[in-house]
């Protein structure tokens, strides 16, 4: 059974930093992609980062040069390096993971999700 748990959500100003970490197990190889996605109040789920096993990645263009992903096969391990957050990348922030996926796949390709780490920015 995959499970998926992220951590590192918080509550921060305008123009600080926090890191998500997302833990994959059930998995015995690394060969699936992994992605953080993020839904606002009202609003649809939206991809934020995606890496597949080969290091691939798709980086939304909301969060270019603030965000930085990262992943380490051998801890099935995904992360997401926020800075320079603004209000607007107040969110849940969800991981999802799958070995039918790829970078650009929409959040319907996947079926294992975590239950989200809330990140809220403050002006």
């Known amino acids: 059974q995959v499970q998926v748990i992220e951590s590192g959500g918080g509550s921060v100003q305008a123009g600080g930093s926090l890191r998500l970490s997302c833990v994959v197990s059930g998995y015995t190889y690394y060969s699936y992609s992994m992605a953080w996605f993020r839904q606002a109040p009202g609003k649809e789920r939206e991809g934020v980062a995606a890496?597949?096993?080969?290091?691939?990645?798709k980086i939304a263009d909301s969060i270019k040069g603030r965000f930085t992903v990262s992943r380490d096969n051998a801890k099935h391990t995904l992360y997401l390096q926020m800075s320079s957050l603004k209000p607007d990348d107040t969110a849940m922030y969800y991981c999802?993971?799958?070995?039918?996926?790829?970078?650009?796949?929409?959040?319907?390709?996947?079926?294992?999700w975590g239950q989200g780490t809330q990140v809220t920015v403050s002006i």
């Open positions: 999802a993971a799958d070995n039918r996926a790829v970078r650009d796949s929409p959040p319907s390709a996947y079926r294992y």
């Open positions: 890496v597949d096993s080969d290091g691939s990645t």
